[in-house]
Each structure stands twice: as C-alpha cells, then as structure tokens.
C-alpha cells in the first residue's frame, strides 16, 4: 500500500512542478526562490508520512512537516488577502485533523495493547495484528477512533446523512467479515 500511495504522490507531483515553472514567472516579485525549498519540504513528509510504520511520534513530525511547507506554499500569494485567510483556515483545520488523528491512534494502541495484552506499541502492525480482536471486544471504540460521521446543519443534508448511515452500516458489515475471516 505504501508503494501505491508513493507512486500516486509522485505522479501529482511532477506535473505540479513542471506546471510552476510558467507559473511562477508571472510572479517575480514574490520571491519565486522560496517556492521550491516549501514544495520538496512537502513532498519529502508526504513520501514520510506514507511510509513510516510509527504511528504516534514519526507520523506526527511527517505531519508537522507537511503542514508547515503547505501553509507557506498556500500563502505563497500573500498580497491577497483570500490566501492568507485560506492559509490560516488550513492551519487551523491540519492541527486539529493532527490531533484527532493521535487522539485515534492512542485509543487503538492502547486498546490493542490491552486486548491481546502486549506492551504498548504504537506501529501499525502491531495494531493490525490486534485489530480483530479489537472489532470482537472493543468495536464503538475502533469506529469512533476510525470513523466520525457529521451531524447534519439543515434538512437538506439529511438525505446526505442517510447515505453516510448506510455506507458505514456496510463498511461495519466489511469490518466484521475480514475479521471473522468469512
């Protein structure tokens, strides 16, 4: 899977770098050299959040180090103030995506740990390994860590709603299949 999601990263990102070369010469005043540092910086976490195995502490640094280079290359216009708000909004939005996320993985390290009672370790084998376990013992608490559904703001989303219900009552259903193994 790790080779798939390199080989999708690398596919997007050489047509985004050939493409910045015309495009970044309409803009020679904004320090076109600051450009590319923030845009290898970011493909380099991609490459490392994709394929670390560490589920807390180096996916966190691989995030962090996305996050950053995304915020500069996002604000990289800075003289409209629609892309300093959209940066922002997208700091704000990657932090707490981060948190949720080691607030997921901490819930299934510990809850993996604890099921097949092993030490804590917070790599995603060891989580995998456990994880039928885990849908046997534990299952709201592995979709709570795996899956949120929004709650509708209008009528309107209802539908949307429903729609949600039904792909994770089928999800569950896949769930429950590969871990009995039926």
Same mark, same amino acid.
């Given at each position: ?5 390199? $080989? ?14 015309? +495009?970044?010469?309409? +803009? ?22 994709? *394929?670390?195995?560490?589920?807390? !502490? =180096?996916?966190?640094?691989? !995030? ?11 604000? =990289? ?39 097949? $009672? ?5 790599? =995603? ?6 994880? #039928? ?19 509708? &703001? *209008? #009528? $309107?989303?209802? &539908? ?20 009995? $193994?039926?």
């Amino acid at each position: 899977l790790t080779a798939v999601f390199l $080989g999708l990263i690398a596919s997007i990102a050489l047509p985004a770098a050939f493409f910045a070369i015309p +495009y970044l010469d309409r +803009y020679p005043d904004y320090g076109v050299a600051r450009y590319y540092p923030y845009f290898l910086l970011f493909l380099a976490a991609m490459y490392g959040l994709v *394929s670390t195995t560490d589920m807390m !502490w =180096f996916f966190f640094i691989f !995030w962090q180090m996305m996050t950053l280079p995304g915020y500069a290359l996002i604000r =990289f216009e800075h003289r409209k103030p629609e892309n300093v708000r959209a940066a922002n909004r997208y700091l704000l939005m990657m932090q707490i995506a981060c948190a949720l996320t080691m607030l997921g993985a901490e819930l299934l390290a510990v809850s993996s740990a604890v099921a097949s $009672g092993t030490t804590l370790k917070y790599d =995603f084998d060891a989580v995998s390994r456990n994880l #039928p376990v885990l849908l046997q013992t534990r299952p709201v608490l592995v979709a709570t860590a795996c899956h949120t559904e929004p709650r509708p &703001r *209008s #009528p $309107g989303l209802e &539908r949307q709603r429903n729609e949600m219900a039904i792909t994770a009552e089928r999800d569950s259903l896949l769930l429950e299949v590969a871990a009995n $193994g039926r």
